[in-house]
């Protein structure tokens, strides 16, 4: 399967390697996608760098099979841009499965594609899920039809196991 | 007047020094308030560096005459905390001046104190403004009642001059 990435600067380290590590081992192919192709982007704790692949303007929906959203700083830096929302809105739409942890959340927000959604999320923009139309559940993992959502880096083995199971 | 400011590590360093400094040079006081009494947080760009004067568990919205909010990665920080939700709610609540700027508006959004209310604030959280039952304006300052927004550092010159004339 092919798994397009959504990150950038500020990510939260070990919510982009863990599953991503994860997904190679069981055979999928990442695509790590951000405004600028050819770029190294740099985790939060400074213990990963990424070099992106593809130029969010430049892809289709068509071409993968999963999306993920790793959290950190980096989903509210990439919502301030337009493509990177419509992407994730045309995503949603497509019904393709989408793996969100931490504040990753803050992009399906911005895409308005959680309204009568189950999700959880990090602690901090719970409000902000809520007034998304959200149903918030506090819970390791919440699966809803194609999303799958993580609260925080230590919820990762459970994420990244119901993630794996979807790809299947 | 007194005036409590809101700041954790990670805060826009400029957000900060820039309001405070014209605060204080026009007399009022500043109480730097944050979880622990006695540390030292960090702006984002390493350029400013801020002692707390007092946690916010123990403090009253009656000692204070106004609240400043400065963006950055602080404000999403604070709003995991419930004491700090629970101050800038009963601040709201009673009626004194909020001065918020950039994202320093999710502390409004945890709140809960945004319904009906006109709000600017930073490019990625318009829609969590929106969803908020604020009414988002695109604008360097919008004052409504007692809460003056503005989006930006390139906006403190129009929300400095905007605070200091709701302090007179």
């Avoid at 397009?4 to 600067?9: H, M, R, Y």
């Avoid at 590590?21 to 939060?44: D, R």
């Avoid at 899920?129 to 459970?158: C, H, M, T, Y």
């Amino acid at each position: 399967m092919r798994i397009a990435v959504l990150v950038t600067n500020g990510f939260q380290d070990d919510e982009y390697t863990e599953p991503v590590n994860a997904f190679k081992k069981a055979g999928h192919e990442i695509i790590n996608v951000e405004l600028k192709k050819g770029v190294t982007v740099k985790g939060k704790l400074d213990k990963a760098s990424v070099v992106i692949d593809e130029t969010v303007r430049n892809i289709y929906v068509e071409d993968f099979d999963a999306l993920l959203i790793p959290g950190g700083y980096s989903p509210d830096k990439l919502r301030g841009n337009d493509d990177v929302v419509d992407f994730v809105k045309d995503f949603a739409k497509s019904k393709k499965p989408i793996f969100v942890i931490c504040p990753g959340q803050q992009l399906l927000i911005s895409a308005d594609v959680l309204k009568g959604r189950k999700i959880t999320g990090y602690r901090s923009i719970i409000q902000d899920l809520k007034n998304a139309g959200a149903e918030f559940i506090d819970a390791e993992v919440v699966e809803d039809k194609n999303f799958i959502s993580s609260r925080q880096p230590k919820d990762l083995p459970a994420f990244i196991k119901a993630c794996l199971s979807k790809l299947n």
